[in-house]
Nanobody, 124 residues
């Protein structure tokens, strides 16, 4: 079974940066993609980015495009989310998720495995 663990969340002032990590284990094939989602209090879980393990293709939600960068280190089986120019509206619990098959996916239903999340708080 695939296991995902997020880390790197914390409290940061507006305009600051954080780098989240998603350590993945348990894949038996190379065809998979990792996505990042976030859920703010009282709101639906929102897809924000994803990366294909095979070809490194990426995609971003408009709300984070130009500020967030997703990357992966295959040797460490870790995916990163570099978050720059953070805003108070970025405050949320951030989850990484994995889907079998390397298609770039943007909806919650397309992902098969989830991490527990890491909290990000951006102060104004």
């Amino acid at each position: 079974e695939v296991h995902l663990v997020e880390s790197g969340g914390g409290l940061v002032p507006a305009g600051g940066s954080l780098r989240l990590s998603c350590a993945a284990a348990g894949f038996t094939e190379d065809d998979y993609a990792i996505g990042w989602f976030r859920q703010a209090p009282g709101k639906e879980r929102e897809w924000i980015s994803c990366i294909s393990h095979n070809d490194g293709g990426t995609n971003y939600a408009d709300s984070v495009k130009g500020r967030f960068t997703i990357s992966s280190d295959s040797a460490k089986n870790t995916v990163y989310l570099q978050m720059d120019d953070l805003k108070p509206e970025d405050t949320a619990i951030y989850h990484c998720a994995a889907r079998l098959g390397d298609k770039i996916a943007t909806t919650r239903a397309e992902y098969d495995f989830w991490g527990q999340g890491t909290r990000v708080t951006v102060s104004s």
